[in-house]
């Protein structure tokens, strides 16, 4: 203990990582879902272990198991997710958004199956807006809501873009770092055969504070390694 503790450039901290996808009940049975393995915020969870920090996951529907080490909350939803997100921020140095958060949710949930009917016409299903939790940590934090001094804690968001007529993947990730106001947001470029359930991922790390985009590629491992020691970097950069 002790002497090694030091020099783990996590120890002392908490860090709050999300991972996996919501989940939104139609009904009983059937739900709206994200395609989200949860590799990324376990090997995270294991990045930010290793370098020494307390470790909270808030696990949504996840296709691996959590890794030893850390303390697991399991969630369904986004709303479920930003409670537990919320509450978790309260006192982590760290809150790290990786999970694949459902931008809508079903605006009435059947508490009986559904059935196919012929007598009425097929069925609509309406959508309502769920909250930005990232944008709201921010804010949080911004307001000085959680125990740490405001500018204590450190927020990352995450971004999967494919980039369209409207504009490339790096001009769709800075407007997305400005809007939300995290600290850190990890940019992965997405295609149908790229990042969703692979072992491997290629990223670039933008910072607010404008220093240069870095980049990391290699095993979820590795892409980790990176983003956890950039977080190390960053939170020494604010209180040494
Ligand atoms: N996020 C969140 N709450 C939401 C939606 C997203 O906290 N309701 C977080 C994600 O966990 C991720 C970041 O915001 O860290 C970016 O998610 P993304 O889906 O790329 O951003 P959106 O603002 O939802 O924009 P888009 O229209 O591109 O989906
Ligand atoms: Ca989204």
């Known amino acids: 203990h002790g002497q090694t503790d030091f020099q783990l450039p996590l120890a002392g901290k908490t860090v709050t990582i ?17 395609r989200s393995s949860g590799k ?24 691996v198991p959590p890794p030893p080490g850390v303390e697991v909350v399991n969630v369904e939803t986004a709303l479920q997710l930003r409670e537990a997100a919320l509450a978790a ?28 009917r012929d007598d009425t016409a097929d069925p609509v299903i309406t959508l309502v807006r769920n909250p930005d939790i990232l944008q709201e940590l921010v804010e949080r934090r911004n307001q000085g809501v959680t125990g740490l001094a405001a500018d204590g ?18 001009a769709y ?22 990042v969703f359930g692979k072992d491997t991922n290629s990223v670039v790390i933008l910072a607010r504070s404008g220093s240069e985009p870095q980049e990391a590629s290699g095993t979820k491992a590795d892409v980790s390694a990176a983003i956890i020691s950039r977080i190390g970097f960053e939170l020494n950069q604010v209180s040494p």
């Open 18 to 34: 999300s991972a996996g996808g919501t989940r939104e009940p139609l009904d009983p049975v059937r739900f709206l879902g994200n």
């Open 173 to 194: 990730a800075e407007a997305k770092l400005q809007r939300k106001g995290c600290d850190l947001l990890v940019v992965n470029h997405v295609g149908s055969d790229k």
């Open 89 to 116: 921020a309260a006192d982590s140095d760290v809150v790290i958004m990786s999970a694949a958060v459902a931008d809508f949710r079903p605006a009435e949930i059947s508490d009986t199956k559904i059935k196919k």
């Open 153 to 170: 804690q450190l927020i990352v968001g995450f971004a999967a873009e494919t980039g369209d007529q409207h504009g490339d993947v790096r």
């Open 40 to 63: 990324q915020g376990v090997a995270l969870a294991v990045a930010a272990r290793n370098a020494g920090a307390t470790v909270r996951l808030l696990a949504a529907h996840m296709e």
